[in-house]
């Protein structure tokens, strides 16, 4: 297989962790924090800078060994396999919930009566190729996507700037000094998943020291994503209105005007989530072949179609 280097996997984890950051997590943290969102996201963000640190020497410690293989020789092999096991439900869970996710939003959105096997089934047939195409491919396809993701980010972040109140901001803590704290939980997550980071380390070919540059460029991508709707969703729509939409980042695309006579640029959305959804499902589908050790390719193909179907 193919081995890809590991800051190629910063595009990867940037798409798949940033749709999860950037949309799927912020309806949560105004359900939990309310105003106070922005403020327990920068408290996770700098949590995270310390996690950067302990991943980055997990890694430096782990090698180029097999995630099965490392635990194995410091847990023993029924516990390596009860935490493999694990892993792949989690993987199995991101999956589902991604697609569940982005079904409800095609649905709601712009595809009002369509049949949802018309929207699963074209999606699932491009996860599937990609997926036993192997990671140097899923690089490759994050690598075009991203940078076009990234543009249009600073778009509509750009473009809503007269539209923007930032004094919705403030006051902090109206409910207390801990009310949200919870909030903390929820954030960490996107955090967490650099932990694929440990699960791919074989697949690449940094054999002697993990790039550090990758671990710090990854968590400053995260701490905008999170960051960056959050503060853009109470300067433009305020707490309570933030609050209440389902997806406040994809609501900020539709303030968005270009000039005088280009509007409605929602449809700019549909790109940035369906990129990072596409990655979000296809590098843990990938992830759980890996997991379980599939080596040849008829094998591969028919777990795959099979985990589809």
Not at 92 to 104: A, E, N
Not at 139 to 168: E, Q
Not at 207 to 212: G, M, P, Q, V
Not at 230 to 241: H, R, V, W
Request: with cysteine.
């Amino acid at each position: 297989m193919k081995k890809i280097d590991s800051t190629q996997m910063f595009f990867v984890l940037s798409l798949s962790i940033g749709l999860f950051n950037h949309v799927m997590i912020i309806p949560i943290l105004f359900d939990t924090a309310g105003q106070d969102a922005w403020f327990w996201s920068l408290v996770t963000s700098g949590i995270g800078c310390f996690f950067a640190l302990f991943l980055l020497f997990i890694l430096r410690r782990k090698q180029q060994k097999p995630l099965h293989i490392w635990l194995e020789n410091r847990i023993g092999k029924r516990f390596a396999k009860l935490t493999i096991w694990l892993i792949i439900l989690y993987l199995l869970s991101m999956i589902l919930v991604t697609i569940k996710d982005m079904v409800d939003w095609v649905v709601s959105s712009f595809l009002f009566e369509t049949p949802l096997l018309a929207i699963v089934l074209p999606f699932a047939i491009v996860c599937f190729f990609l997926a036993q195409a192997g990671l140097r491919a899923i690089s490759i396809n994050s690598a075009l996507l991203l940078p076009i993701v990234v543009v249009l980010g600073i778009l509509v972040s750009t473009g809503n700037m007269p539209k923007k109140h930032f004094h919705f901001l403030f006051p902090l803590f109206e409910q207390g000094y801990f009310h949200g704290a919870k909030a903390i939980i929820y954030a960490s997550n996107g955090f967490l998943e650099l932990l694929f980071l440990v699960i791919l380390q074989h697949h690449f070919t940094d054999t002697k020291r993990f790039k550090a540059k990758t671990l710090v460029y990854l968590t400053l991508m995260l701490m905008i994503l999170i960051f960056g709707p959050i503060t853009g969703a109470l300067a433009e729509f305020g707490p309570i209105l933030s609050s209440e939409l389902r997806h406040p980042s994809y609501e900020q695309w539709r303030l968005l005007k270009i000039g005088k006579y280009i509007s409605h640029t929602d449809f700019f959305s549909i790109y940035q989530w369906l990129a990072g959804a596409f990655i979000r499902v296809v590098l843990p589908m990938f992830m759980i072949v890996d997991l379980l050790n599939l080596q040849k390719p008829a094998v591969k193909k028919s777990f795959l179609f099979f985990f589809l179907y």
